[in-house]
Protein backbone atom coordinates (compact mmCIF):
# COMPACT_ATOMS: atom_id res chain seq x y z
CA UNK A 1 0.00 0.00 0.00
CA UNK A 2 1.51 2.99 -1.24
CA UNK A 3 -1.24 5.28 0.04
CA UNK A 4 -2.57 6.18 3.64
CA UNK A 5 -6.40 5.79 3.46
CA UNK A 6 -7.13 2.29 5.18
CA UNK A 7 -10.85 1.85 4.86
CA UNK A 8 -12.32 1.63 1.07
CA UNK A 9 -15.42 3.69 2.71
CA UNK A 10 -12.86 7.12 3.36
CA UNK A 11 -11.95 7.06 -0.37
CA UNK A 12 -13.55 10.23 -1.34
CA UNK A 13 -12.24 10.30 -4.90
CA UNK A 14 -13.93 11.38 -8.02
CA UNK A 15 -11.35 9.86 -10.39
CA UNK A 16 -8.40 12.17 -9.55
CA UNK A 17 -4.60 10.77 -11.41
CA UNK A 18 -3.57 8.79 -14.43
CA UNK A 19 -3.24 12.39 -16.53
CA UNK A 20 -1.55 12.13 -19.92
CA UNK A 21 1.77 12.94 -20.30
CA UNK A 22 1.47 14.37 -23.79
CA UNK A 23 5.08 14.38 -26.00
CA UNK A 24 4.68 17.86 -27.60
CA UNK A 25 4.71 17.89 -31.53
CA UNK A 26 5.55 21.58 -32.38
CA UNK A 27 6.35 23.45 -28.58
CA UNK A 28 9.47 21.32 -28.27
CA UNK A 29 10.76 21.95 -31.38
CA UNK A 30 9.64 26.26 -30.82
CA UNK A 31 12.46 25.30 -27.65
CA UNK A 32 15.20 23.53 -29.20
CA UNK A 33 14.35 20.45 -27.43
CA UNK A 34 14.56 17.44 -28.92
CA UNK A 35 12.11 15.55 -26.21
CA UNK A 36 9.83 17.60 -24.02
CA UNK A 37 6.58 16.30 -22.67
CA UNK A 38 3.94 17.91 -20.73
CA UNK A 39 2.51 16.14 -17.78
CA UNK A 40 -1.43 17.30 -18.46
CA UNK A 41 -2.70 17.89 -14.78
CA UNK A 42 -5.80 20.31 -16.22
CA UNK A 43 -7.59 17.07 -16.95
CA UNK A 44 -8.04 16.38 -13.57
CA UNK A 45 -12.32 16.82 -11.64
CA UNK A 46 -11.56 19.99 -10.50
CA UNK A 47 -8.76 21.23 -13.52
CA UNK A 48 -6.18 21.03 -11.43
CA UNK A 49 -3.12 19.11 -9.90
CA UNK A 50 -4.17 20.00 -6.27
CA UNK A 51 -6.84 17.58 -6.52
CA UNK A 52 -4.14 14.86 -6.36
CA UNK A 53 -3.10 15.99 -2.79
CA UNK A 54 -6.43 17.39 -1.16
CA UNK A 55 -8.52 13.83 -2.24
CA UNK A 56 -5.63 12.09 -0.13
CA UNK A 57 -5.53 14.77 2.87
CA UNK A 58 -8.96 14.87 3.13
CA UNK A 59 -9.85 11.01 2.47
CA UNK A 60 -6.87 10.49 5.24
CA UNK A 61 -7.83 12.95 7.96
CA UNK A 62 -11.95 12.41 7.58
CA UNK A 63 -10.76 8.52 8.45
CA UNK A 64 -9.14 9.64 11.54
CA UNK A 65 -11.80 12.03 12.62
CA UNK A 66 -12.41 15.11 11.14
CA UNK A 67 -15.38 16.65 10.91
CA UNK A 68 -14.07 19.54 9.40
CA UNK A 69 -11.30 21.70 7.40
CA UNK A 70 -9.94 24.85 7.00
CA UNK A 71 -7.51 26.08 4.15
CA UNK A 72 -6.10 29.48 2.68
CA UNK A 73 -5.78 28.96 -0.91
CA UNK A 74 -5.06 31.41 -4.28
CA UNK A 75 -7.60 29.65 -6.15
CA UNK A 76 -7.19 26.21 -7.30
CA UNK A 77 -6.52 24.32 -3.94
CA UNK A 78 -9.55 26.21 -2.79
CA UNK A 79 -12.00 24.54 -5.32
CA UNK A 80 -10.17 21.05 -4.44
CA UNK A 81 -10.96 21.25 -0.70
CA UNK A 82 -14.52 22.75 -1.64
CA UNK A 83 -15.16 19.45 -3.83
CA UNK A 84 -13.62 16.10 -1.93
CA UNK A 85 -15.29 17.93 1.36
CA UNK A 86 -18.51 17.89 -0.61
CA UNK A 87 -17.87 14.33 -1.55
CA UNK A 88 -17.10 13.37 2.33
CA UNK A 89 -19.70 15.02 3.45
CA UNK A 90 -17.78 17.53 5.66
CA UNK A 91 -18.01 21.49 6.42
CA UNK A 92 -15.37 23.48 4.52
CA UNK A 93 -13.83 27.16 5.36
CA UNK A 94 -12.19 28.88 2.66
CA UNK A 95 -9.57 31.95 2.80
CA UNK A 96 -8.87 33.67 0.21
CA UNK A 97 -6.54 36.93 -0.98
CA UNK A 98 -9.39 39.35 -2.38
CA UNK A 99 -8.07 39.60 -5.32
CA UNK A 100 -8.50 35.93 -6.46
CA UNK A 101 -10.57 35.80 -9.58
CA UNK A 102 -14.21 35.50 -8.70
CA UNK A 103 -15.00 32.33 -10.70
CA UNK A 104 -12.74 30.54 -7.74
CA UNK A 105 -14.72 32.51 -4.79
CA UNK A 106 -18.18 31.12 -6.96
CA UNK A 107 -17.14 27.70 -7.36
CA UNK A 108 -16.24 27.14 -3.47
CA UNK A 109 -19.78 28.09 -3.04
CA UNK A 110 -21.55 26.39 -4.99
CA UNK A 111 -19.80 23.13 -3.55
CA UNK A 112 -21.30 24.51 -0.31
CA UNK A 113 -17.95 25.76 1.09
CA UNK A 114 -18.07 29.04 3.29
CA UNK A 115 -15.32 31.78 2.06
CA UNK A 116 -13.91 34.63 3.18
CA UNK A 117 -11.68 37.07 1.41
CA UNK A 118 -8.73 38.82 2.63
CA UNK A 119 -6.73 41.46 1.67
CA UNK A 120 -2.80 40.26 0.50
CA UNK A 121 -1.34 37.37 -0.50
CA UNK A 122 -2.09 33.50 0.69
CA UNK A 123 0.00 34.09 3.88
CA UNK A 124 -1.53 36.90 4.91
CA UNK A 125 -4.87 34.39 4.10
CA UNK A 126 -3.25 31.99 6.46
CA UNK A 127 -3.24 34.62 9.31
CA UNK A 128 -6.64 35.39 9.49
CA UNK A 129 -7.58 32.04 9.21
CA UNK A 130 -5.45 31.16 12.26
CA UNK A 131 -6.57 34.24 14.05
CA UNK A 132 -10.55 33.46 13.80
CA UNK A 133 -9.73 30.00 15.04
CA UNK A 134 -12.32 26.95 14.23
CA UNK A 135 -12.50 23.40 15.39
CA UNK A 136 -11.11 22.22 12.07
CA UNK A 137 -8.21 20.63 10.34
CA UNK A 138 -5.74 22.97 9.07
CA UNK A 139 -5.12 21.64 5.01
CA UNK A 140 -2.57 24.62 4.69
CA UNK A 141 0.50 23.41 2.34
CA UNK A 142 2.88 21.01 3.85
CA UNK A 143 1.25 21.74 7.75
CA UNK A 144 -0.11 18.16 7.58
CA UNK A 145 1.45 15.18 5.74
CA UNK A 146 -1.02 14.14 3.37
CA UNK A 147 -1.28 16.43 0.69
CA UNK A 148 2.41 15.52 -0.56
CA UNK A 149 1.52 11.78 -0.21
CA UNK A 150 -1.09 12.45 -3.12
CA UNK A 151 1.49 14.56 -5.17
CA UNK A 152 3.96 11.82 -5.32
CA UNK A 153 1.52 9.69 -7.54
CA UNK A 154 2.76 12.54 -10.09
CA UNK A 155 6.23 10.80 -9.42
CA UNK A 156 4.87 6.81 -9.92
CA UNK A 157 2.51 8.17 -13.32
CA UNK A 158 5.83 9.40 -15.32
CA UNK A 159 7.87 6.39 -14.78
CA UNK A 160 5.10 4.42 -15.55
CA UNK A 161 4.60 6.54 -18.64
CA UNK A 162 8.01 6.56 -19.56
CA UNK A 163 8.29 3.07 -19.19
CA UNK A 164 10.01 3.05 -16.02
CA UNK A 165 12.83 5.14 -17.51
CA UNK A 166 12.48 9.10 -16.24
CA UNK A 167 13.01 12.19 -17.70
CA UNK A 168 16.45 14.19 -17.22
CA UNK A 169 14.81 17.46 -15.88
CA UNK A 170 11.65 18.20 -14.50
CA UNK A 171 10.28 21.90 -14.28
CA UNK A 172 7.97 22.08 -11.46
CA UNK A 173 6.24 25.75 -11.07
CA UNK A 174 6.77 26.58 -7.20
CA UNK A 175 4.53 28.31 -4.63
CA UNK A 176 4.12 26.23 -1.46
CA UNK A 177 6.53 23.64 -2.99
CA UNK A 178 4.36 20.76 -2.82
CA UNK A 179 4.62 18.86 -5.84
CA UNK A 180 8.35 18.87 -5.85
CA UNK A 181 8.37 17.71 -2.70
CA UNK A 182 5.83 14.80 -3.49
CA UNK A 183 7.99 13.77 -6.58
CA UNK A 184 11.15 13.61 -4.67
CA UNK A 185 9.42 11.24 -1.98
CA UNK A 186 7.45 9.51 -4.76
CA UNK A 187 11.05 8.69 -6.73
CA UNK A 188 12.52 7.55 -3.36
CA UNK A 189 10.08 5.06 -3.05
CA UNK A 190 10.30 3.65 -6.28
CA UNK A 191 13.76 3.09 -5.64
CA UNK A 192 13.09 1.31 -2.74
CA UNK A 193 10.54 -1.44 -3.90
CA UNK A 194 13.06 -1.57 -6.81
CA UNK A 195 11.30 -0.30 -10.04
CA UNK A 196 13.65 2.54 -10.55
CA UNK A 197 17.54 3.05 -9.89
CA UNK A 198 19.50 5.81 -8.31
CA UNK A 199 19.07 8.05 -11.26
CA UNK A 200 17.08 10.83 -10.73
CA UNK A 201 15.58 13.78 -12.75
CA UNK A 202 17.40 17.23 -12.03
CA UNK A 203 14.20 19.05 -10.58
CA UNK A 204 13.85 23.06 -11.08
CA UNK A 205 11.76 25.09 -9.01
CA UNK A 206 10.44 27.70 -11.58
CA UNK A 207 8.66 31.14 -9.83
CA UNK A 208 7.74 34.65 -11.19
CA UNK A 209 10.08 37.58 -10.82
CA UNK A 210 7.67 39.34 -8.43
CA UNK A 211 7.76 36.66 -5.79
CA UNK A 212 11.02 34.59 -6.07
CA UNK A 213 11.98 33.64 -2.66
CA UNK A 214 13.05 30.14 -3.70
CA UNK A 215 15.11 31.30 -6.83
CA UNK A 216 16.91 33.93 -4.00
CA UNK A 217 17.64 30.94 -1.95
CA UNK A 218 18.96 29.05 -4.51
CA UNK A 219 21.27 31.57 -5.94
CA UNK A 220 22.61 32.11 -2.39
CA UNK A 221 23.04 28.73 -1.46
CA UNK A 222 20.95 29.18 1.37
CA UNK A 223 18.93 25.76 2.97
CA UNK A 224 16.37 27.75 4.41
CA UNK A 225 13.63 30.38 2.49
CA UNK A 226 13.43 34.08 3.70
CA UNK A 227 10.07 35.57 3.35
CA UNK A 228 9.93 37.66 -0.02
CA UNK A 229 8.02 41.59 1.27
CA UNK A 230 5.42 42.69 -0.99
CA UNK A 231 5.51 39.77 -3.24
CA UNK A 232 3.08 40.44 -7.00
CA UNK A 233 2.36 38.30 -9.66
CA UNK A 234 -0.28 37.53 -11.51
CA UNK A 235 0.56 33.83 -11.40
CA UNK A 236 -1.69 33.86 -7.99
CA UNK A 237 -0.58 30.31 -7.18
CA UNK A 238 3.16 30.99 -6.99
CA UNK A 239 2.71 34.04 -4.77
CA UNK A 240 3.95 32.35 -1.59
CA UNK A 241 6.13 34.50 0.04
CA UNK A 242 7.21 32.61 2.62
CA UNK A 243 6.94 28.62 2.24
CA UNK A 244 6.51 26.49 4.77
CA UNK A 245 8.75 23.55 3.86
CA UNK A 246 11.43 25.67 2.66
CA UNK A 247 14.03 23.36 3.85
CA UNK A 248 12.80 20.02 1.58
CA UNK A 249 12.38 21.99 -1.24
CA UNK A 250 15.96 22.94 -1.26
CA UNK A 251 16.81 19.61 -0.55
CA UNK A 252 15.43 18.42 -3.62
CA UNK A 253 17.46 21.29 -5.44
CA UNK A 254 20.28 20.49 -4.13
CA UNK A 255 20.26 16.71 -4.13
CA UNK A 256 18.95 15.92 -7.54
CA UNK A 257 21.77 18.77 -8.83
CA UNK A 258 18.63 20.99 -10.14
CA UNK A 259 17.81 24.53 -9.41
CA UNK A 260 15.52 27.24 -9.61
CA UNK A 261 14.50 30.16 -12.24
CA UNK A 262 12.75 33.62 -12.53
CA UNK A 263 10.38 34.40 -15.00
CA UNK A 264 9.44 37.74 -16.09
CA UNK A 265 5.90 38.79 -15.09
CA UNK A 266 5.45 40.26 -18.85
CA UNK A 267 6.21 36.65 -20.41
CA UNK A 268 3.16 34.78 -18.49
CA UNK A 269 0.50 35.98 -20.88
CA UNK A 270 1.76 35.63 -24.15
CA UNK A 271 3.09 31.58 -23.19
CA UNK A 272 -0.21 30.60 -22.22
CA UNK A 273 -1.29 32.30 -25.97
CA UNK A 274 1.80 30.65 -27.20
CA UNK A 275 1.20 26.97 -25.70
CA UNK A 276 -2.27 26.72 -26.97
CA UNK A 277 -1.34 27.94 -30.26
CA UNK A 278 1.35 25.40 -31.38
CA UNK A 279 -0.05 22.36 -29.18
CA UNK A 280 -3.92 23.07 -28.11
CA UNK A 281 -3.42 22.56 -24.32
CA UNK A 282 -4.70 25.21 -21.83
CA UNK A 283 -2.26 26.44 -19.36
CA UNK A 284 -2.88 28.36 -16.15
CA UNK A 285 -0.36 31.45 -15.32
CA UNK A 286 1.64 29.28 -13.00
CA UNK A 287 2.16 26.67 -15.87
CA UNK A 288 2.97 29.37 -18.29
CA UNK A 289 5.62 30.14 -15.60
CA UNK A 290 7.27 26.66 -15.88
CA UNK A 291 7.04 26.41 -19.52
CA UNK A 292 9.06 30.31 -19.97
CA UNK A 293 11.38 29.08 -17.05
CA UNK A 294 12.51 25.64 -19.15
CA UNK A 295 13.28 28.68 -21.94
CA UNK A 296 15.27 30.71 -19.51
CA UNK A 297 16.63 27.47 -18.64
CA UNK A 298 17.74 26.31 -22.17
CA UNK A 299 18.81 29.89 -23.21
CA UNK A 300 21.33 29.39 -19.98
CA UNK A 301 22.83 25.99 -20.47
CA UNK A 302 21.57 24.73 -17.76
CA UNK A 303 19.21 22.29 -19.96
CA UNK A 304 20.97 20.88 -23.32
CA UNK A 305 19.04 20.34 -26.42
CA UNK A 306 19.54 16.60 -26.43
CA UNK A 307 17.48 16.26 -22.79
CA UNK A 308 14.75 14.81 -21.98
CA UNK A 309 12.43 17.42 -20.14
CA UNK A 310 8.90 16.99 -18.75
CA UNK A 311 6.90 19.97 -17.64
CA UNK A 312 4.24 20.27 -15.08
CA UNK A 313 0.99 22.16 -16.77
CA UNK A 314 -0.69 22.31 -13.01
CA UNK A 315 -4.00 23.42 -13.96
CA UNK A 316 -6.51 25.08 -16.81
CA UNK A 317 -6.41 28.64 -17.55
CA UNK A 318 -10.26 28.93 -17.36
CA UNK A 319 -11.33 30.07 -14.77
CA UNK A 320 -9.01 33.35 -15.21
CA UNK A 321 -10.35 34.08 -18.60
CA UNK A 322 -13.85 33.78 -16.52
CA UNK A 323 -12.32 36.51 -14.94
Partial sequence: MVLPVISPSFVFSLGEGWTPLVLTRRLGTHYGLRMLRVKDESRNPTLSFKDRGLCVAISKHAELGSTAFAIPSAGNAAVSTSTYSAVGGIPAYIFM?????????????????????????????????????????????????????????????????????????????????TALIGIWKGLDELEAVGLIGRQRPRMYAAQSGGCAPVVRAFETGADTIEPWLNGETKAFGLRVPSPFAGRLIMHALYRSSGGAVAVAEHEIASTMSLIAKLEGLDVCPEAAVGFAGLSNLIESGQVDYDEEVVVLNTGSGVKYRQA
Fill in 97 to 177: PEDTPRPFFEDCQMYGAITTSNPGSISDSAAAMREKGGKWTDLSTTKEPYRIEGKKTLAFEIAEQMGWSLPDAIVCPTGGG
